[in-house]
T-cell receptor, first 114, second 114 residues
Framework: DAKTTQPPSMDCAEGRAANLPCNHS???????VYWYRQIHSQGPQYIIH???NNETNEMASLIITEDRKSSTLILPHATLRDTAVYYC???????????????FGQGTTLQVKP | DTEVTQTPKHLVMGMTNKKSLKCEQH?????MYWYKQKAKKPPELMFV???????INESVPSRFSPECPNSSLLNLHLHALQPEDSALYLC?????????????FGDGTRLSIL
C-alpha cells in the first residue's frame, strides 16, 4: 500500500506557482520522498527527491517539514505543459536489501489553466 | 526525451502468441525494472534486476519471463497472456538499486491482448 496521501486534483493558473501537498505521516528515518509526474501517454518523469533537507533543481523545489510527516512540491512558474498527474512516493527498502521500491499512490492531477 | 528506450511502442497479440518487449539504456545504470500500469491506475512494480541478476519478483505470473542479457538491455518475454494483461508496460533504470537513486522511465509499450 502507498504510504502517501495526496489531493486527487488541483488547478493552477499559468505563470503562477503550483504548490502540491503530500502527507507521509508513517515515513521512517531512512526513507526518501520522491516526486514524479506522468503526462498522458508518457512514462513517469522524475522530478526531485529528498530525505530531510529542502531540495531545489531546475524543475522544482521540495519542501519537507521538520518532522518529515509531510512535504510540498513547488513548481515556481507553472506552464500548460506542466499539466500532469503528480506522484508523491515514499521509497521503501525491500526486505533486508538496499533495493528501494517505488510504491505509487493515486497521485494529484494538476490542471494548469490559461 | 527519455534516455530509456522501449520497443515496440504498441503491441497487439493473441492469447497463444509469444512475443517480447525490449528495453535499452546507455547511461551505465546497473539496476533495471519492469512496471505494469493499467488504465487510470498508478504503475506497479513487477521485477527488479540488480547488476544483471534478478533480485525482486513481485509474485508475477510465470507467463511473464524477464531476461537481462547485459547491463544495457532488459527483455520481458510474454507467453499465453490473458486479456487482463492488457496494460502499459514500463521499463526503468537507476544508477544502482539503492533507494537514494532515482529511477528513470521509458515511455512504455502499450500491450493489447485479443
Amino acid at each position: 500500500d502507498a504510504k502517501t496521501t495526496q489531493p486527487p486534483s488541483m488547478d493552477c493558473a499559468e505563470g503562477r506557482a503550483a504548490n502540491l501537498p503530500c502527507n507521509h505521516s508513517t515515513i521512517s528515518g531512512n526513507e526518501y520522498v520522491y516526486w514524479y509526474r506522468q503526462i498522458h501517454s508518457q512514462g513517469p518523469q522524475y522530478i526531485i527527491h529528498g530525505l530531510k533537507n529542502n531540495e531545489t533543481n531546475e524543475m522544482a523545489s521540495l519542501i519537507i517539514t521538520e518532522d518529515r510527516k509531510s512535504s510540498t512540491l513547488i513548481l515556481p512558474h507553472a506552464t500548460l505543459r506542466d499539466t500532469a498527474v503528480y506522484y508523491c512516493i515514499v521509497r521503501v527498502a525491500l526486505g533486508s536489501s538496499n533495493t528501494g521500491k517505488l510504491i505509487f499512490g493515486q497521485g494529484t492531477t494538476l490542471q494548469v489553466k490559461p | 526525451d527519455t534516455e530509456v528506450t522501449q520497443t515496440p511502442k504498441h503491441l497487439v497479440m493473441g492469447m497463444t502468441n509469444k512475443k517480447s518487449l525490449k528495453c535499452e539504456q546507455h547511461m551505465g545504470h546497473r539496476a533495471m525494472y519492469w512496471y505494469k500500469q493499467k488504465a487510470k491506475k498508478p504503475p506497479e512494480l513487477m521485477f527488479v534486476y540488480s547488476y544483471e541478476k534478478l533480485s525482486i519478483n513481485e509474485s508475477v505470473p510465470s507467463r511473464f519471463s524477464p531476461e537481462c542479457p547485459n547491463s544495457s538491455l532488459l527483455n520481458l518475454h510474454l507467453h499465453a497472456l490473458q486479456p487482463e494483461d492488457s496494460a502499459l508496460y514500463l521499463c526503468a533504470s537507476s544508477q544502482d538499486p539503492g533507494y537514494a537513486q532515482p529511477q528513470h522511465f521509458g515511455d512504455g509499450t502499450r500491450l493489447s491482448i485479443l
